[in-house]
């Protein structure tokens, strides 16, 4: 049951059909399905201790905690009410992931229900613009530039969370890779029917939303995807040309990407910096960016650092780190993470004892290689059968006297090293592509986030690791995770500092 209300959740989270149709907003649909949620959910809560060790939850809840600290720290105690609104939503979404999906068909239903969000998207967003319903809600008209040079140009977008044409556009990177998961090399038309057209779809969906950050974010997945068969060199020189093709057929909708085209976003990432200066250990608090600033940040990393200052986007930035280093470890599982059999182990000493009880059972002092050949003639054959039965038997004996798991089982946890070195590098490009897109986008608390980190805790599940294998796939992340704070932080004020010369 709770892991139909998480369906069920998301589905009506994304499609948001209180804004499709109004006279619903006032029955909280979202509310009370998250409330059933939650109540389904108590019995498996209190199972589930993996799911508590996992180091995002924690994180999470000081995420948590932060957020509340950044509210008390103004002395404004009705917006911690404001920021659990605003952010238990998000966090409902990766609790009931990491609760209720636990199993790989589990997994797949909520892959699948993200790709079909998208292609509805996608279809009803197409078929409006086809149709020239220029009154829809999925289509947004853009005006860019000034005087002269000022023209507009018509970009698809969807409804609730993915009502931004940027936002939409982030949505169909991320669900991109979840798509090429039912490839199979040996069945052509269901690569076709369920891959490749798919695909093709969503690309075309991305180049219809016009949105620059989507552009960067496929360059980038190109790059990686190319770099596992060329050098990365050359990948990246491929990469430049797809950016430049691109461009040229009309992917940003006419508009160039450089600094200079760019100016309002890093002028509000510089009042972000001067936010967290005046609060840098709490923020300003949740959700209120936009009060200090014409808009709201452009950037998930800023929109942190400003509203919930350097402890929260510590907490923020360690989550995503730990989970990238998780993925980039699970993607490199070896072919057999197991333990080699008893059997295969004691090969070596089974030969020999066979070559001791052929040696015995003709004399003692007959070497191997003076042993009769059973071709040459049938009655050494039948000579040499009661020996060769009796190490056959005692072979058997020691292999099943050990602690190794059946064959069978044996090739089950293949199978699931398998798919989790699949799902994870599939993971793993998803969850590149929304980084790479929320340099240019204020998504810090967007549903799509922690459903890629949910998904990510599941998957370390599947693994039946120690809890000692868990901790050593992302250690070093507290040294990784200062060295990407200060990273991130530098490199927005060298530009914010710098914008002049950058721009000439």
């Known amino acids: 049951m709770g892991f139909f209300f998480l369906i069920l959740y998301l589905a009506v989270s994304y499609l948001s059909p209180a804004q499709i149709y109004p006279e619903l907003a006032q029955y909280r649909i979202v509310l009370w399905i998250a409330i059933a949620a939650g109540l389904a959910s108590v019995p498996s809560l209190l199972r589930q201790m993996k799911f508590w060790n996992a180091p995002q939850t924690k994180l999470?809840?000081?995420l948590v905690g932060a957020l509340i600290l950044s509210e008390v720290s103004r002395f404004w105690f009705g917006g911690i009410v404001f920021?659990?609104?605003?952010?238990?939503?998000?966090l409902v979404v990766f609790f009931l992931i990491c609760i209720h999906v636990d199993s790989w068909n589990r997994l797949s239903i909520l892959a699948i229900l993200m790709a079909t969000i998208a292609l509805f998207f996608l279809g009803h967003a197409v078929w409006d613009l086809e149709t020239g319903n220029l009154s829809?809600?999925?289509?947004?008209?853009?005006?860019?530039g000034s005087g002269q040079s000022r023209f507009s140009f018509l970009r698809i977008r969807a409804v609730g969370y993915l009502a931004d044409p940027n936002d939409l556009a982030q949505f169909l990177i991320v669900v991109l890779p979840l798509v090429a998961l039912p490839w199979n090399k040996t069945k052509k038309l269901r690569n076709l029917l369920f891959v490749i057209l798919p695909s093709a779809f969503i690309v075309y969906g991305i180049y219809l939303t016009h949105s620059r950050g989507a552009i960067l974010a496929l360059v980038v997945l190109a790059v990686l995807v190319?770099?596992?068969?060329?050098?990365?060199?050359?990948?990246?020189?491929m990469g430049a040309l797809l950016f430049a093709g691109m461009m040229a057929l009309g992917f940003s909708g006419g508009r160039d990407i450089s600094l200079s085209s760019g100016a309002d976003r890093i002028e509000l990432w510089g009042i972000g910096l001067e936010m967290l200066r005046s609060s840098p250990l709490w923020g300003i608090g949740y959700g209120q960016f936009s009060n200090h600033a014409p808009m709201t940040a452009h950037n998930s990393y800023v929109l942190c650092l400003a509203e919930v200052?350097?402890?929260g986007y510590t907490l923020w930035l360690a989550a995503i780190v730990i989970t990238m280093l998780q993925l980039n470890s699970m993607a490199a599982v070896?072919?057999?993470?197991?333990?080699?059999?008893?059997l295969e182990a004691s090969a070596p000493d089974l030969t020999t004892l066979q070559t001791f009880t052929?040696?015995?059972?003709g004399g003692s002092d007959s070497p191997p290689s003076e042993l009769p050949e059973a071709q040459e003639d049938n009655e050494e054959r039948a000579h040499w059968a009661p020996a060769l039965a009796t190490v056959q038997t005692f072979d058997l004996e020691i292999a099943g006297s050990n602690d190794s798991p059946p064959p069978e089982d044996s090739a089950a946890q293949r199978d699931d090293e398998e798919r989790v070195r699949r799902w994870a590098k599939v993971l793993r490009m998803s969850f590149l592509g929304f980084l790479v897109t929320a340099w240019f986008l204020s998504r810090t608390y967007t549903i799509t986030l922690y459903v890629l980190?949910?998904?990510?805790?599941?998957?370390t599940t599947f693994l039946k690791e120690s809890p000692e294998e868990s901790q050593e796939r992302c250690r070093n992340w507290i040294p990784i995770t200062a060295g990407a704070e200060f990273f991130t932080i530098v490199a927005i004020y060298l530009i914010v500092r710098f914008q002049d010369l950058f721009m000439n």
């Not at 829809?136 to 860019?144: I, R």
């Not at 190319?226 to 020189?237: K, M, N, T």
């Not at 070896?334 to 008893?342: F, L």
Request: charged letters at 5%; a neutral charge.
């Open 358 to 361: 052929l040696a015995s059972a």
């Open 136 to 144: 829809s809600p999925y289509l947004f008209d853009m005006h860019w």
């Open 226 to 237: 190319a770099s596992r068969w060329i050098p990365l060199a050359v990948s990246g020189g």
């Open 309 to 311: 200052g350097a402890i």
């Open 83 to 90: 920021a659990l609104e605003g952010f238990m939503p998000v």
């Open 453 to 459: 980190l949910g998904m990510t805790v599941v998957l």
């Open 334 to 342: 070896p072919q057999s993470s197991s333990k080699v059999t008893n």
């Open 60 to 62: 999470l809840l000081g």
